[in-house]
């Protein structure tokens, strides 16, 4: 299964509101990282946030991470056109032994309408 | 280089064939990742490398799929007598070392198996 699921799975908003996107997994992680990906081709890397941290900001982007509900959102305020894309979370869970990579959500679809 | 890249962008071959698939990370990145993102499954997880090892190789789907890294740089993807189950943009990523990185990602490899 997953270990980072998005909510929503599809988001359609006017140009200029905020667009809010959740994310939650199930173990304990080292950080959590946030992915653009217009296309199907080409992540982005937008934030990692680290297991202690709460609150990270980054433009018009802001990340929470709340480790006792295992849950993270990702803010975009003032949202324009050239946000439409695919955003995913994953979840680095590296225990200096093997190699898990990153675990990625199915994604949340972002649509911006003019 | 600049980011990391891979090539070919594009691969079309034919049920049974082998392929190639390259990777260029970014100079001086000592950890390299390969993820296949299929309609189906996802983004998955399949191999990471540490310079020229790769600690785990229990992400790759099956025997037929085998990597290598030299040189600490460059590394190849190799799909034995492709199956159509394995269409799915391939995607590389690095990192300047293991634990709790950013995870630069290059812009994938596009393979169909007819």
């Known amino acids: 299964s997953q270990q980072g699921e998005e909510d929503p799975q599809a988001l359609s908003i006017q140009e200029g509101e905020n667009a809010t996107m959740n994310c939650s997994y199930k173990t304990s992680i080292n950080n959590l990282q946030w992915y653009r990906q217009n296309s199907g081709r080409g992540l982005v890397h937008l934030i990692l946030i680290r297991s202690n941290e709460r609150e990270k900001h980054s433009g018009r982007l802001r990340v929470t991470l709340d480790t006792s509900k295992k849950s993270s959102s990702l803010l975009i305020t003032a949202s324009r056109a050239a946000d439409t894309a695919s955003y995913f979370c994953a979840t680095d869970v590296w225990s200096g032994g093997g190699a898990d990579g990153l675990t990625f959500g199915k994604g949340t679809h972002l649509i911006i309408q003019p | 280089g600049a980011g990391v890249s891979q090539s070919p962008s594009n691969k079309v071959t034919e049920k049974g064939k082998d392929v190639e698939l390259r990777c260029d990370p970014i100079?001086?990145?000592?950890?390299l990742y390969w993820y296949r993102q299929s309609l189906g499954q996802g983004l998955e997880f399949l191999i990471y490398?540490?310079?020229?090892?790769?600690?785990?190789k229990s992400g790759l789907p099956s025997d037929r799929f085998s990597a290598e890294r030299t040189g600490g740089s460059v590394s190849t993807l190799t799909i034995q007598r492709t199956q159509q189950e394995d269409s799915a943009v391939y995607l590389c990523?690095?990192?300047?070392?293991?634990?709790?990185?950013?995870?630069?990602f290059g812009p994938g490899t596009r393979l169909t198996v007819l």
């Open positions: 490398f540490q310079g020229n090892s790769a600690p785990d």
């Open positions: 100079s001086g990145h000592t950890a």
């Open positions: 990523a690095s990192s300047l070392a293991r634990n709790t990185d950013t995870q630069y």
